[in-house]
Nanobody
Framework: VQLQASGGGLVQAGGSLRLSCAASGRTFSTYATAWFRQAPGKEREFVAAVAWRGSPRYYADSVRGRFTISRDSATDTVYLQMSELKPEDTAIYFC??????????????WGQGTLVTVSS
């Protein structure tokens, strides 16, 4: 499966952005999909994941209550709605998929990333 992430940009602290992850080649229908991020000088970290049915969903503690992951089966797109953004959310955001249930690691296919910059 090929993944295309989009929707990144520059936003002020407290603002919102919605990232999209579109699949081609195969669909998300039997895959778990996750978002990860990597800030400058830091390791890549898990952000959120969703099962192919749309639930369950998992979130990193740092984003729980502010970010929402969702899946649109009609368009085979996974979204990450980000609200109450903070400067520490600045990173390149990647989407990834794996067969089976959503987990924090073990993702097999990765998109190219989209940059989110949150200004203070």
């Amino acid at each position: 499966v090929q993944l295309q992430a989009s929707g990144g940009g520059l936003v002020q602290a407290g603002g919102s952005l919605r990232l999209s992850c579109a699949a081609s080649g195969r669909t998300f229908s039997t895959y778990a999909t996750a978002w990860f991020r990597q800030a400058p000088g830091k390791e890549r970290e898990f952000v959120a994941a969703v099962a192919w049915r749309g639930s369950p969903r998992y979130y990193a503690d740092s984003v729980r209550g502010r970010f929402t992951i969702s899946r649109d089966s009609a368009t085979d797109t996974v979204y990450l709605q980000m609200s109450e953004l903070k400067p520490e959310d600045t990173a390149i955001y990647f989407c990834a998929t794996k067969t089976g249930v959503p987990t924090y690691t073990g993702y097999e296919s990765w998109g190219q990333g989209t940059l989110v910059t949150v200004s203070s």
